[in-house]
């Protein structure tokens, strides 16, 4: 199922203009409230040239990124960033990413009763339920603005059906 992709393959980056309305935007959208993140005169008083980006938005934007290259049947599994220099009004975000690990994970039939799967109904007639064949993929992403490194970390993705960059 993964022959459409190899360890060491490169995602096409993607380049995001930070404005400041998605600054806020995405503070607002995340619960965050913290004025450093909608307050110019405020950031500054707190020793910052003006508002930077929170990190449940930089979140956001990685699983975009890799969403956007795996398409539909994409599922995020894990997310695990950590955020270096901070993005502020004019910059602009280019993220990065390669293929660092990949499984693949047979199709099979899990027993009803298991928490993580009641609520579908997805039944077999012998009370168990269905889980396609799927690829896992690790992806180490990069994500750099004018003042330097701005996110760093390992995002995993799983690929159901059908498989291909898109």
Known sequence: MN????????????????????????????????????DAELAREKGSPDIFMNILTTNGLVGRYITDHFGPTAVLRKVAIRLG??????????????????????????????????????????????????????????GDNRTGRHVTGKVTVAITGEVGGV
Request: aromatic share 4%; glycine share 8%; proline share 10%.
């Open 3 to 38: 022959e459409a992709y190899r360890i060491g393959d490169v995602l096409p980056p993607l380049e995001i203009s930070v404005t400041r309305t998605l600054i806020v935007a995405g503070a607002i959208a995340s619960r965050d409230y913290q004025d450093v993140h909608h």
């Open 85 to 142: 220099a901070p993005n502020y009004p004019g910059d602009a975000l280019r993220l990065t990413g390669h293929i660092v690990a990949l499984e693949n994970v047979p199709a099979r039939n899990v027993p009803l009763g298991n928490p993580a799967l009641e609520g579908g109904n997805h039944a077999l007639p012998e009370g168990r339920i269905p889980i396609e064949e799927r690829v896992l993929i690790e992806v180490a992403i990069v």
